[in-house]
Structures are given as structure tokens and as C-alpha cells.
């Protein structure tokens, strides 16, 4: 049966607001989601609940579990050490042979996805820059043709998204997106040693940002969160 746009609106309005939720901390890692409960809070059926916690799930925002419910995924720091390892191994690389072949086309539509990004840091937009600012790096392979390594660099990114949007501050967000629009000035260049150096430091800062080495309760008391 299709889904009606009243339900649509009400499961992604659900979606929407545990996501800002869980990112500002009102949600921390491991805590329970009772379809019940929020069911009464959002005044909607259990249903349109399961529905946005499916969502949410395949986001890796929250973990289901049988027999237990969902909850909000706790990330492992080890996972997310070992994510950002592989993703320098390929990126670098990556990058390195974008900037001998990138073209005048690509460039302009690095550019005009480093400008969206700077609006969403700009705005505070936590969940858009996010996004953009891991998309900069799929873009990339894209861009390339290369779709094998773009979906691998998807999957990459989306198993550290919610480490970023939760560890990554404001300051640092801002900081990626300055890193990524020097790394399209150097490809513009066609100086590949440049861009992949940049490239390096750049997923070494955003680990370095996450702060993964302080205890979980330490954690939980950072400044507002926000992402690569």
C-alpha cells in the first residue's frame, strides 16, 4: 500500500527531529527509543514510529536490536580509527590522479559544492553540512567516473558519519571546509603531490577534531556538535 503524504511528512518530520536530537546531545549513545513513548510525544501511530526508526537505522543513527528495541548507536572509536586508516589510503591516491586529469568542468563543480558547504557551515545547518561535507569526497570519485571507488568512499563515510556529527564542533566543521577548498585549489593548479599532501592532513585534522581519545563522559559534555 503506498504511503500517504500525511505519513510521509509525519515519519520525516520524526526522522528530522531525533537526528537534531541525537546531535546536540538531548539523545546521547546507547539510550533507548521506545516506540510507545515517542509515538505520545509526536502523537502519531507506533507505526509511523518503526517507520522513522527504520530510517534512522539505515542511517546508522540508531541500532536495532531484536527483542530489545532500538537505540541510539554508540559507534566504535576502534571502527572509526580503522574507517579513517582506509579512507587516507584511498583518498590520497585518489586525489593524487584527479589532479593530473581533473578539467576545467570538474573544477567548477568542486567549487559549487565548496560554496554550498561554506552556507551550511554558515547557517549552522549541523545535518547539511554534514552531509556536504563527506560528499566532498564521494564528489571527487564521481567526478572521475570511477563508481567502484565511490560507492566503497560512500560506505567509508557513512560508517563514521555519526561519530562526526556528534564529536565534530562547529570550529571544526568550518576547518574541513577550509581544507577542502584548498585542496581544489591546489588540483586547479594540477599540483597532485600538493593535493594529496593536503588530502592526508586534512582526514589526519578531522580524526585529530573527533576527540576519540577522551572517555565517553567527556564526550558528552563537548561543545555542540557538527562534520569531514
Known amino acids: 500500500m503506498p504511503t500517504s503524504p500525511l505519513h510521509t511528512s509525519s515519519t520525516s518530520a520524526i526522522v528530522l527531529s531525533l537526528t537534531q536530537a541525537i546531535v546536540e546531545h538531548r539523545l546521547l549513545p546507547g539510550t533507548k527509543l521506545t516506540e510507545q513513548k515517542l509515538g505520545a510525544e509526536f502523537g502519531v501511530s507506533r507505526t509511523l514510529v518503526r517507520q522513522a526508526l527504520l530510517q534512522l537505522a539505515q542511517q546508522k543513527l540508531v541500532t536495532l536490536e531484536p527483542a530489545r528495541g532500538a537505540f541510539v548507536?554508540?559507534?566504535?572509536?576502534?571502527?572509526?580509527?580503522?574507517?579513517?586508516?582506509?579512507?587516507?589510503?584511498?583518498?590520497?591516491?585518489?586525489?593524487?590522479?584527479?589532479?593530473?586529469?581533473?578539467?576545467?568542468?570538474?573544477?567548477?563543480?568542486?567549487?559549487q559544492h565548496v560554496r554550498r558547504e561554506q552556507a551550511a557551515v554558515q547557517q549552522h545547518n549541523i545535518h547539511g553540512r554534514t552531509e556536504l561535507l563527506g560528499d566532498?569526497?564521494?564528489?571527487?570519485?564521481?567526478?572521475?567516473?570511477?563508481?567502484?571507488?565511490?560507492?566503497?568512499?560512500?560506505?567509508?563515510?557513512?560508517?563514521?558519519?555519526?561519530?562526526?556529527?556528534?564529536?565534530?564542533?562547529?570550529?571544526?566543521?568550518?576547518?574541513?571546509?577550509?581544507?577542502?577548498?584548498?585542496i581544489v585549489q591546489a588540483l586547479a593548479a594540477r599540483d597532485a603531490e600538493r593535493a594529496a599532501q593536503l588530502t592526508h592532513d586534512h582526514l589526519l585534522h578531522v580524526e585529530?577534531?573527533?576527540?576519540?581519545?577522551?572517555?565517553?563522559?567527556?564526550?558528552?559534555?563537548?561543545?555542540?556538535?557538527?562534520?569531514p
Not at 559507534?75 to 579512507?87: D, M
Open 136 to 182: 566532498f569526497h564521494v564528489r571527487m570519485a564521481e567526478l572521475m567516473g570511477n563508481q567502484v571507488l565511490a560507492q566503497m568512499l560512500g560506505e567509508l563515510i557513512s560508517r563514521c558519519d555519526l561519530i562526526t556529527l556528534m564529536y565534530q564542533s562547529s570550529s571544526a566543521a568550518a576547518h574541513s571546509h577550509d581544507e577542502h577548498a584548498q
Open 73 to 111: 548507536a554508540s559507534p566504535s572509536v576502534q571502527e572509526a580509527r580503522e574507517v579513517f586508516a582506509v579512507r587516507r589510503m584511498l583518498e590520497v591516491e585518489m586525489v593524487r590522479q584527479f589532479a593530473r586529469q581533473v578539467t576545467a568542468t570538474q573544477l567548477r563543480a568542486l567549487r
Open 208 to 227: 585529530a577534531n573527533l576527540g576519540l581519545e577522551l572517555p565517553r563522559r567527556s564526550r558528552k559534555t563537548r561543545h555542540t556538535p557538527a562534520q
